[in-house]
């Protein structure tokens, strides 16, 4: 399985940007997508996730500015971020949790990343 993300670049502060991350190969099921980001010289930390049964869950540093949301019929994750500020500068990872087959245990997948950056 891989995911693949796209969407980021530039944006200055108070403007918007999107991104999405898609899976792709063999997946049965998919139990939880998310989104983290790790700016440099920090830890990777989770920015948010949508559960299996749809909830959405923010870190509190984003409540408000930024939305998860899926489509399952494409594997696909997407995180809209509004009200951009200088400290969500950071490289953006998604997350998935696949499972191949039923029955089988549910691995943790990893994108690539993708950078945002918030300046003027």
């Known amino acids: 399985v891989q995911l693949q993300a796209s969407g980021g670049g530039l944006a200055q502060p108070g403007g918007s940007l999107s991104l999405s991350c898609a899976a792709s190969?063999?997946?049965?099921?998919?139990?939880?997508m998310g989104w983290y980001r790790q700016a440099p010289g920090k830890q990777r930390d989770l920015v948010a996730m949508?559960?299996?049964?749809?909830?959405?869950k923010y870190a509190d540093s984003v409540k408000g500015r930024f939305t998860i949301s899926r489509d399952i019929t494409k594997n696909t994750v997407y995180l809209q971020m509004n009200s951009l500020k200088p400290e969500d500068t950071a490289v953006y990872y998604c997350?998935?949790?696949?499972?191949?087959?039923?029955?089988?245990?549910?691995?943790?997948?990893w994108g690539q990343g993708t950078l945002v950056t918030v300046s003027s």
């Open positions: 997350n998935f949790g696949v499972s191949p087959a039923l029955g089988s245990r549910y691995d943790e997948v």
């Open positions: 190969g063999i997946i049965f099921s998919i139990n939880e």
């Open positions: 949508i559960t299996y049964g749809g909830t959405p």
